[in-house]
């Protein structure tokens, strides 16, 4: 596994979040998260990336504890956290925004061109928006944005948090192709948090279920997905 985490316990204050969580990914899959509003989704994104400090448990990336490591330390073993709405930087031009996503590695002007030209090659509306400002794109731009500033840091895994929130259906559509496309193509693990169950077990190799802080079901996600009781509550049937 490259990521593993083990009977982790987060809390906020005095309010429990997650509960023992066992959580786990295998290189090259891509794992899905689904649960309701408040399940501990984004808990556990934050949790992995130092966000929020577990009070117990451990975690390990490619056998490298983060327990106790600070968020741009994780980012630097290889993780990138794109977080629930984006939070891009609106009042900078799409390029700095890009440039951002490299502040913690030492590239070369020719290999920061090199990744710019990666990142346009991959979301070519972002080349044609270069100048302007990133509050100045549309919703599912700012997503592509956000996806491409963490892959400017050349990761070794990716967490997305509710990358459908709020786009248009098509958007989604496209969205969810490219995260396929960052896994399939790169080779890169991926990480989906998504309340669009249907879309998150569609794509995924494995998926957690998780319920008021605990992980209630695991497994593959075509299993999950023809299992009765995972219809029923994430599915609608």
């Known amino acids: 596994m490259i990521l593993e985490a083990v009977n982790i316990n987060t809390f906020y204050g005095s309010v429990q979040a997650l509960y023992d969580v066992n959580f786990s990914i295998a290189a090259n899959e891509i794992t899905s998260v689904i649960g309701a509003n408040g399940a501990g989704k984004s808990t556990l994104m934050k949790s992995v990336m130092g966000i929020v400090k577990p009070k117990s ?10 327990t106790a490591m600070v968020p741009h330390h994780i980012v630097s073993a290889g993780i990138v956290y794109v977080p629930e709405g984006r939070e891009i930087f609106p009042k900078l031009s799409v390029r700095v925004n890009l440039e951002m996503g490299a502040f913690g590695k030492k590239y070369s002007k020719q290999e920061l061109n090199r990744k710019f030209e990666e990142m346009y090659a991959l979301f070519p509306i972002l080349k044609e928006r270069q100048k302007q400002m990133a509050d100045s794109l549309s919703g599912g731009e700012q997503q592509m944005l956000a996806i491409a500033r963490g892959l400017m840091s050349d990761p070794k895994l990716i967490m ?38 249907y879309m998150a077990l569609s794509i995924s190799d494995t998926c957690h279920v998780l319920e008021n802080g605990v992980v209630t079901m695991y497994g593959r996600s075509s299993d999950l997905m023809n299992d009765d009781k995972v219809r029923s509550a994430y599915l609608g049937g």
């Open 57 to 66: 448990g451990h975690i390990a990336f490619n056998g490298k504890e983060l």
């Open 160 to 197: 997305f948090d509710e990358p459908s929130l709020g786009l248009a259906p098509v958007v989604v559509d496209e969205l969810f192709d490219i995260i396929q496309n960052i896994n399939k193509e790169k080779g890169i693990p991926i990480v989906l948090v998504e309340q669009n169950a």
